[in-house]
Structure formats: C-alpha cells, structure tokens
C-alpha cells in the first residue's frame, strides 16, 4: 500500500521570517482556563532522545515559557515557542499535542495581531499538514498578497497547489520561491515538481542540492536524504538507496525513516528477517502506519497470513482514531489514507468510499485519481478505473507503481499495445516496487508478449 506521507513532505518547520511586531490590544473578554493553559515540551523515547539536541531544546522551551509566563503579551516567545512545537511534533510524530500546542499561541497572537506573519505562516503550515488543503492554499494565497517576496509562503504555496493538483500554479510558486531563497526547502520541493513531471533525474539532482545544503544530522536534512534514497529505489538503484539510509542512520541514530529504508532494501534481498526487524523499531518509535504496511507485507511474504491480517486491522483502527475527530481544529483529514486502509483488509467498497470522498475534494491530484483507480481495477470495474487512471498519467509521472497500475489496467481492456508499454516501462530498471505489484505485473506482462 502506498501513501506519500503529507504531513511530513509538505510540514516542514517554517524558520519563520524576520518582521517588525505590532502588538494591537485584544478586545475580547478572555477565558481564565485558556490563559493559564500550558503546554510542556513532552519527554522523548529515550531513542529518539538525542541527548545534546533535547537538552537545548528542553531548556529553551522552560526559558520561552517562563518568558510568555511573566508577560503574556511577548509574541516574539510564542512564535517562537510555536515553531519549536512544530518541529518536535516531526521529530516525535505526536502531531495532535504539539499541533494543538502550536494553535494555543497562534490564537493568542492572531488576536493580539491578525495579520502577524509568523502566526499566519505557522497556522498554514498545520493546515497543511492536517491535509486541509483548499483552506490551506487559500490563506497561503492570502498571504502572498501581504507578503509577495518571502520564500516560504510561496513554499506553502507550492504544497497547497501540488496536493489540490493545480501542478502549475505549484511550479511557477517553486520557480518564484528558488529565486528568493535557494535552500533545501525550495530544492526538495523543485525535486518532487520533477519526480511527478517525469523527470527522475533531474529530481534526483535538485534532492541532493537539498541534503547539501542542510546540517548533516539536523531532522530536516535527514528527511531529504530520505527521500533522495526513495528516489534511487524508483531507478532500481539499489546500492545507492542503502548508501543513504546508511548514512542518514549514522548521522541521525535511529531515525525511523532511514530504517524504513533499510528495511525496504531488506525486503527486495529478501532478508525478511531483517527487514522485519527494521520495520519493528521504526514502529516503536513514532507512529507512522506506512511502518506497519511494510510489517503486514513482510508477513504476507513469508506466509503469516494471521499476522498480516492484524496489522492490516491495526492500520484500520489506527486511522480511524487519527481521522475521528478531522473535523475539530487539530484533526487530521484522512480519507486518503482510510481507502488505502480499507484495501488493506480486503474492503473495497468502503475503500472505494473513502476513495471518492478525497476525489471530491481533490480531482485534480494525480495520487488521488491512482487511488481511485486501484481500487475500481480490484473490484473489477475496469472502466470506470482506466478513467481515473488516465487523469493520474497527465504530469508524464514515471513513478513504477502508477505505471504497473495503468498497465494492468489497459491490459484487463484488452488495449495490449498501451498495457504492454507502461508495465515494460515501469519494470525496465527492475524498481523496488512491492513483491505483490511486482509479480502481478511481471505475470500480465508475460501473457502479453
């Protein structure tokens, strides 16, 4: 099952920009219980403790505390504070706290100061994150009226325009922002821009300048190292996926991210094993249900049907309670994630529900047309799948499992020619793609030669 994780490509912390602070006197009775409400920086998994780095920012949270403590009105420590908590929220994945942390502050400064730039900024970022994109964009858009040469709003931008699929909207903004500030928040997004045009290696090439330019070590780097290991597993690259998780795991120890990777490359030696094992720290680390996929996979591998069928179930009940409460204001929106939730059990008619719930939302998104696609092609309705599946090939995407997918597809219609091209184009660098989609296609794919 695949899902791009949104809330950690397109939440990246905002280094918010520097600018002058009008403080407006607040004209609206206050609540007691809200004002004294505080929000501790939580303890660490003591993996994930990285002791230098939790000391400084432990402390610096007590001091910005403190600070908001004896004067209420010092926004320059709430924004502060609040990019803090965003940050944390990645490095931790306890999104609902921090998140809910983050919006007590911007609140309070919003109402103080409805145009502050760090507050807005902060609060389009989460929105973005929580996957509420059409909100998101619209203040992004807002902002750039306010703002029209800072970076990181043409940043938001970009990653409201990709998600809603409005792809080149989200060009011009990545082009605008490069211009302002080359760095490897403007190259990592130029690199998925390439990646969903087509052009895997120039994507390759703008993700490296993004590792380059960050601190090896720092969470935000190692994120992109990630995703330039990701990107080589798509070219059958194999070696030089390992050599980056490897070297995101030196540089970041137990960074669940790279031993996912590790754990992926594991799985395509068939060292189930070990990649088991992989993917069972990374688990117990932060929660991020693409871990529990590739547990469920590695079972299905080695003929644990049992297992694979609870952690399928534990995905299920694990989004469920993520997608709750999407409509409140530190929610997330999951329906994406539920479909592939629900075809991860074998539900195809609630998947397919969820499915076009995000349509509807988002008929523009590439992944999101895949989606529906996938799940029409399982239930058998291929027509209705090759209609989606047409709209999720408009950007040229090269990504192997979309082209697996579309050939499938064409091929149930009995269209050869076109299924025989994309599933020779998608298995041509023999891609780490998962065993399951792997042996379908290489099976329809035979009997179309």
Known sequence: MKKRTVFLVLSLLLIAASGVLIIKSATKKKDPEKETTVYEFLGRKTALAYPAEWAVAKNNAEVLLNKIKKDPSDVKSMMILTGMYLQEARITGNFNYYNAAAFHYINKVLEKDAKNFEALTFKVTILLSQ?????????AN????????????????????VELGNYKAAVEAADKMISIRPDSRSYSRIAYLREIHGDISG???????????????????EWC????????????????????YSISSANRPNYPYALAGLARIATWKKEYDRALTLYQQADSLIPDHTFKEGMA?????????EKAKLVAEEILNYMKQLSGNKE????????????????????????????????????????????????????GDY???????????????????????????????????????????????????????????????????
């Open 131 to 139: 996957h509420r994109f059409t909100e998101g964009l619209n203040e």
């Open 142 to 161: 807002k902002l750039q009226q306010l703002y029209p040469y800072n970076a990181y709003v043409y940043g938001l931008m970009v990653d409201g325009n």
């Open 203 to 221: 994507a390759i090439e703008a993700m490296k300048m993004a590792v380059d330019a960050g601190v090896p070590g720092d969470e935000n780097t």
């Open 225 to 244: 190292r990630i995703q330039l290991g990701k990107l080589y597993e798509k070219i059958g690259k194999m070696k030089d996926a390992e050599m980056f």
């Open 297 to 305: 996979e590695i079972y299905t591998l080695t003929a644990q049907s």
């Open 328 to 379: 409140s204001k530190t929610g997330q929106n999951e329906d994406h994630e539920m479909a592939h939730a629900y075809m991860g059990v074998g539900n195809y008619r609630k998947a397919l529900e969820y499915a076009l719930q995000e349509y509807n939302r988002r008929p523009s998104n590439i992944e999101v047309n895949e989606t529906v696609a996938v799940v029409c092609y399982n239930m």
């Open 383 to 449: 027509p209705k799948a090759l209609s989606y599946i047409d709209s999720a090939l408009r950007t040229n995407c090269k990504n192997p499992d979309l082209l697996c997918h579309a050939g499938m597809i064409y091929a149930k219609l009995g269209k050869t020619k076109e299924g025989k091209m994309f599933l020779q184009e998608a298995l041509k660098n023999n891609p780490n793609i998962a065993p399951g989609l792997m042996d379908e296609s290489k099976k329809i794919l035979s009997e179309l030669l």
